[in-house]
Every structure is written in structure tokens, then in C-alpha cells.
């Protein structure tokens, strides 16, 4: 199975091509393990212990946080190759590998200069910490600049309780990072982002999660209450941390998962097309057209995603540029085309392969890979992004050269 890199975006001295090269074997090995029990994740619905396990030995989890803190100082381009290797073999695992690094990447960019958030990331690194997200909540849904629930503050103290309708992965993490409001007299968009670790909090199951595709990240709803110290609160505005970082790493690391998962499913249509091939004595099956177009389209989708990644870490240290109007947009944009195109490329992949595509079982099956990303327009749903920055558009001005 291929794995070359989604990123060709960085011009690295010899030495740092051989560590990449370590980081994808190490990503390749949490592959393996996650296609063993792929099938077994998804029809049980369960978590996927045995990839997270192995993504602990091989300590993927701690990649990105710096070596002053002990760690290896990934970029975010490196996280987003490791998702597409993963993402080949199952969907859950990289989805789940993708929130936990969005989570390090918040505490890294905005935590650094906190005593708290440094040890925290001393231990995601030494201890392989799995952290989780709850930013979705009541009333909220899915509208990430608004929480319900508010800080309470009792002295160094501080509790918050929450009805959070969607964390992924919350039973099995080992920490979650959430929104809530400044304070209780705050207003809804007036947020900060809050660590806690798991001796902080209790989880009360609001909800299941019996759903289409990505079964294994259950992503349940809880009650969540937790108590802690104020540090644990990062000293930026949720705001800052939702431009800065939240959402351009949160959408390049989704795209990672989900051009990974349209590559699996390219994989398994064009060894159907070469075995359809040889047992009709050479000549091509219907369905071969379809490969042809799934391959363009993979091949547009990873140069999406490598595009971004290089504007991101282009802009990553110019928060000027993070916090204009035309990146934030293209960051948006980002996410709808490439999960616009993801399904585009997993439905020809489908067609491809015809009925041995369509069946559950088989080794052309292209049913878990479809299901699961299906998911990727409603994970903060398409129509609400494109609602937001409608009035965005209209400021735009079309480019009047290719480049531009």
C-alpha cells in the first residue's frame, strides 16, 4: 500500500527527510494495526483500542508538542500526513488521532506561556495523554463562537457543568478540552477555553451513538461536570484561539482523514479494475471510466489540501494574516470543497467497482469507506459555513489573473 506524503510543501535538509520517514512508518504501523479492526470498530461500534495503542508505543500522540518540552516538534503538515496514512485504513482512528492533535495544537499555540498547560503537555508527551473535545452543547449545536454553559469562579477554583451533546471518544479520553463562557455573566460569543483532566471531570451518557459511518470515534452526548484550578484555563481568548488555530488546523486536519480515506477507496477500486482486467483476458470492465475519474479527483483533492497546508504555515506566525477576511475564508472554503470532493471520489470508487463495491463484505467493498464520509459536510455542517461567511463573499473580488 502506497503512503506517499499528501505535503510537498516544505524543502527539508537530509536530515529532517529521514525523521519524516521514521514518522511515517510510525504512522504505518498504526495503519496496519487499524485495518486489522477496521471492520470489527465499525460493526461494533466500539473504540478503537488496538490503533490508539499502537499510535501510544509508537508515540504519535505527543508529535507536536516542542522539544523545550520534550517533544518532537512536529508541524502541522506532518500531523495531516499521519491522518492520511491512517485515514487509508480506518476512518474512526484517524478521525480520533485528528481531534486529539487539534486539541495539542491549541494548548501549543496558546497555552505555552502557562505554567498548567505546559506540564500538561509535558505529559501528552511522556504519557502519551489522549485529550478530547466538547465544543458542542445545547441550544448551540454546532456553532462553535457560542456557549451556554459558563465558567464558575470560586476563588483559585473555578466548576463548570455542561450538556454536551457530541464528544467524541469522551469514556475512553484521558482529558477534554472545552468552550464555555467567560463567566456567568458573560455573553454566549464572551468564551475561554478550558483543560481538564480526567480526575477533574465526570461523564453522565446523555446519548449514544449509533450512527451511518465513523462508529468507532463514539461520539456520544454527557453531561458534563468538572471542577479544577483557574490556570487550567489558556490564557487567550477562545476567540483568538477559534481564528488563529482552531479552525484552519481543525479543517486541515479533517481534510487529511477524509483524502485518506477517498485514497483507500481508490486502492480497493483499482486492484477490482486490474482483477476485472485479467480474468477477461486484458480487456477493462465498464466500471474502469470510473476509476480513471476517482484518481483525477483524488489527485485535485490532495493538491487542495497541500495548497492550504502551505498557506497555513505560511501565515501560522503573522496573526494579522490568520485574522484576515480572505484567509479565514479560504480556511471555510477549504473544508467544504474537500469534503465535497472526498464523496465525489469514494462514489466513483463505488461505481467502479459495481455490485462487489456495493456488498458489505469482500475485499472491493467500498461501503464502510462511504459511509463514513458522509459525515465529513455535517461535521460543522456545510450549509452553516457557507451561511456565515456569505456576507464574506460579497466583499470578495474575483482574482483577475490565475494566480492571484
Known amino acids: 500500500m502506497s503512503t506517499a506524503s499528501i505535503t510537498t510543501v516544505r524543502s527539508k535538509p537530509i536530515e529532517d527527510q529521514a525523521a519524516e520517514g521514521d514518522l511515517r512508518s510510525r504512522a504505518e504501523a498504526v495503519a496496519a494495526c487499524a485495518a486489522k479492526n477496521a471492520d470489527n470498530v465499525d460493526r461494533e461500534g466500539r473504540f478503537p483500542d488496538e490503533a490508539i495503542g499502537v499510535a501510544r508505543t509508537q508515540r504519535l500522540l505527543g508529535i507536536l508538542v516542542p522539544s523545550e518540552l520534550g517533544g518532537e516538534g512536529a508541524t502541522i503538515s506532518d500531523v495531516v500526513d499521519v491522518c492520511y496514512v491512517i485515514g487509508r ?210 489527485r485535485a483533492l490532495r493538491a487542495m489540501v497541500a495548497s492550504a497546508l502551505q498557506r497555513f504555515e505560511a501565515a501560522s506566525s503573522k496573526e494579522e494574516e490568520l485574522e484576515s477576511l480572505d484567509f479565514q475564508t479560504a480556511m471555510n472554503f477549504l473544508k467544504v470543497n474537500a469534503s465535497e470532493m472526498a464523496i465525489s471520489t469514494v462514489m466513483s470508487c463505488l461505481q467502479a467497482c459495481g455490485l462487489s463495491g456495493y456488498r458489505n463484505d469482500g475485499e472491493f467493498s467500498i461501503s464502510r469507506s462511504l459511509r463514513d464520509i458522509l459525515s465529513s459536510p455535517i461535521m460543522i455542517n456545510n450549509d452553516r459555513i457557507l451561511a456565515n461567511i456569505a456576507n464574506t463573499t460579497l466583499l470578495t473580488e474575483v482574482p483577475p489573473l490565475l494566480r492571484d
Not at 143 to 156: P, Q
Not at 205 to 230: N, P
Not at 270 to 277: C, E, I
Open 89 to 298: 485504513s480506518c476512518s474512526s482512528t484517524a478521525m480520533i488521532y485528528a481531534m486529539h492533535q487539534i486539541m495539542v495544537a491549541c494548548l501549543i499555540r496558546h497555552g505555552r506561556t502557562s505554567a498548567w498547560h505546559r506540564d500538561l503537555l509535558r505529559r501528552v508527551n511522556t504519557q502519551q495523554t489522549l485529550l478530547a473535545s466538547s465544543t458542542t452543547e445545547g441550544r448551540s449545536g454546532g456553532d462553535l463562537r457560542s456557549s451556554d454553559s459558563a465558567v464558575e469562579h470560586h476563588d483559585s477554583h473555578i466548576t463548570l457543568s455542561r450538556a454536551a451533546t457530541v464528544v467524541s471518544y469522551g469514556a475512553q479520553a484521558d482529558g477534554i478540552v472545552t468552550t464555555a463562557r467567560r463567566a456567568i455573566d458573560a455573553p454566549n460569543s464572551d468564551q475561554v477555553l478550558v483543560a481538564f483532566l480526567k480526575d477533574d471531570y465526570s461523564l453522565e451518557r446523555l446519548s449514544g451513538w449509533d450512527a451511518l459511518g465513523m462508529r468507532g470515534t463514539c461520539s456520544a452526548g454527557f453531561a458534563l461536570k468538572a471542577r479544577g484550578e483557574a490556570a487550567q484555563i489558556l490564557p487567550d481568548p477562545y476567540q483568538k484561539i477559534h481564528a488563529h488555530s482552531m479552525v484552519p488546523i481543525a479543517h486541515l486536519a479533517w481534510t487529511g482523514v477524509w483524502s485518506g480515506v477517498a485514497a483507500g477507496a481508490v486502492h480497493r477500486a483499482r486492484m477490482f479494475v486490474r482483477n476485472a482486467a485479467r480474468h477477461a483476458g486484458g480487456q477493462l470492465p465498464p466500471g474502469a471510466a470510473h476509476l480513471t475519474r476517482a484518481t483525477a479527483q483524488l
